[in-house]
Nanobody
Framework: QLRLVESGGGLVQPGGSLRLSCAAS????????IGWFRQAPGKEREGVSC????????TYADSVKGRFTISRDNAKNTVYLRMNSLKPEDTAVYYC????????????????????WGQGTQVTVSS
C-alpha cells in the first residue's frame, strides 16, 4: 500500500520552530517531486513548498520564503520541512504530497499535479 505519513506537528509559540517529516511507505520517493501544502480552517489548501527529485530544485510560497526550508533524504525515503519564526497565520493542517516524475516548475502549487497525499499533521502557533 502506498502511503505518505506526516509527523512533527504540534503547538508552538510565535517565533518558535518545528520540523515536519513526510515518510513514504510502499514506494520510493526517488522518482517524485514532493510538495508541502497547508489548509487553515475555512480556507483553501495552498502550496507551501516543493522540492525536486534530486533535491536540487526548491520553491517556496512568498508567505514562507526565508523562514521555511524544505529538504529530502532519499536514503531514508523522507522529506522534511523546517519551519522557523512561526507566526499565528502559519496555523494549519500541513500535508505532504508526491508527484511522480514531477517538477517544481510554475505549476508546483497546483494540487492536480500531485498523485499521492498524506493525512496531514496539525500545526498550531499560539501564545
Amino acid at each position: 500500500q502506498l502511503r505518505l505519513v506526516e509527523s512533527g506537528g504540534g503547538l508552538v509559540q510565535p517565533g518558535g520552530s518545528l520540523r515536519l517529516s513526510c515518510a513514504a511507505s510502499g514506494f520510493t520517493l526517488d522518482y517524485y517531486a514532493i510538495g508541502w501544502f497547508r489548509q487553515a480552517p475555512g480556507k483553501e489548501r495552498e502550496g507551501v513548498s516543493c522540492i525536486g527529485r534530486s533535491g536540487g530544485t526548491t520553491t517556496y510560497a512568498d508567505s514562507v520564503k526565508g523562514r521555511f526550508t524544505i529538504s529530502r533524504d532519499n536514503a531514508k525515503n523522507t522529506v522534511y520541512l523546517r519551519m522557523n519564526s512561526l507566526k499565528p497565520e502559519d496555523t494549519a493542517v500541513y500535508y505532504c504530497t508526491a508527484a511522480r516524475y514531477g517538477l517544481c516548475g510554475s505549476n508546483w502549487s497546483w494540487k492536480s499535479m500531485y498523485d499521492y497525499w498524506g493525512q496531514g499533521t496539525q500545526v498550531t502557533v499560539s501564545s
